[in-house]
């Protein structure tokens, strides 16, 4: 699952998780993150770098 | 004491702060940082839980979100409640979320038993529920402050830095090298391809331009008394609410030491 807010700034981000996840199938990702506020690098890294592995993970359950 | 708007967008703002000293404009960054109250979900009650994340990653997603409150005055903070930090509506905000699979779980299904209290943004994913999986959660938010925890900041990235003043002597050559090394755009070459300060603002003070003029033309003060000020809030209120909101907890505070001091002469 997203973090909720960026480690090092506190800005929530997981709400613009699932919509940068469906555009960056088509967008370039920094474009992305332009266009939805996302400005600071500590924040970007977050989405920037995140994996998903809780739909892997379910699997298990 | 003179203050300028620079720019408000939403939950960020810019502000010219001048004729204050450092320590003044440290003391609203500091205070919008930490010490402005809002509402954040203080403990919970988990009846079930068969998702994939375990009870307390749960916890700690639920408290991190923001939350929005028409009427936050009319709350107390729990130990300058009435109730003595026993809990009652002035200090406490129940909520109930229950949410059975399959599907996300979103911060927009947190209702709260107050109507004008809700979480500032609906679209954050809390936990994913498989098929037949299910969450039931109970509990309640307290108005605290940022230096109890972080899941009260109201300010995520506030600071400030002095007014630089840029000053280009007759020495310049128009080399231009100065204009093309500087990384936020803060100088020109005017029509007789001198170098010209422009838009003084966005200059950081990198000091670039000095240590690229050969001829030492470049001269970059910082104005003592004038700071560029930045505040963004972390969803919880506008950022125009929350600089306001700092500098009336800074004044409580110093009336409050006022009182103190008056009481010991």
């Not at chain 1, 997981?14 to 199938?25: D, G, Q, T």
């Not at chain 2, 990198?206 to 004038?226: F, N, R, W, Y």
Request: aromatic share 6%; net charge negative.
């Amino acid at each position: 699952m997203i973090p909720v807010r960026c480690f090092s700034c506190g800005k929530v981000i997981a709400n613009v998780w699932e919509e940068y996840r469906e555009r960056i199938k088509t967008e370039p990702p920094g474009k992305v993150l332009d266009d939805l506020g996302v400005d600071k690098c500590c924040c970007r890294r977050m989405l920037l770098s995140h994996v998903e592995i809780v739909d892997i993970l379910r699997r298990y359950q | 004491m003179k203050v300028e708007l620079l720019e408000l967008e939403g939950d960020r703002i810019r502000f010219l702060l001048s004729g204050a000293t450092m320590a003044f404009a440290n003391g609203i960054r500091r205070v919008c940082m930490a010490e402005v109250p809002c509402l954040a979900i203080d403990e919970i009650a988990l009846y079930d839980n068969t998702s994939v994340l375990f009870d307390e990653q749960i916890a700690l997603r639920i408290g991190l979100v923001p939350l929005k409150a028409e009427n936050l005055d009319t709350f107390a903070r729990p130990e300058d409640c009435e109730c003595g930090g026993q809990g009652c509506p002035g200090c406490r905000v129940d909520f109930i979320l229950s949410v059975e699979g399959p599907g996300m779980v979103y911060s927009r299904d947190i209702h709260f038993t107050d109507p004008g209290v809700t979480a500032a943004f609906d679209n954050i994913p809390l936990v994913v529920l498989g098929e037949g999986e299910k969450l039931v959660i109970e509990g309640f938010a307290t108005k605290r402050i940022g230096s109890d925890h972080a899941k009260w900041n109201s300010g995520t990235l506030c600071g400030y830095k002095s007014l630089p003043s840029i000053e280009i002597s007759g020495a310049c050559n128009g080399c231009g090298k100065c204009v093309k090394e500087c990384p936020r755009q803060a100088l020109i070459q005017d029509e007789g391809g001198r170098a010209k300060a422009t838009n003084t603002l966005n200059c950081s003070l990198c000091k670039l331009c000095i240590e690229v003029c050969e001829a030492g033309a470049v001269k970059i003060i910082p104005i003592l008394d004038s700071f560029v000020m930045t505040a963004e809030s972390s969803g919880e209120m506008p950022a125009k609410e929350l600089v306001a909101s700092a500098s009336q907890e800074i004044r409580k505070r110093a009336v409050e030491f006022e009182a103190k001091l008056a009481e010991l002469s």
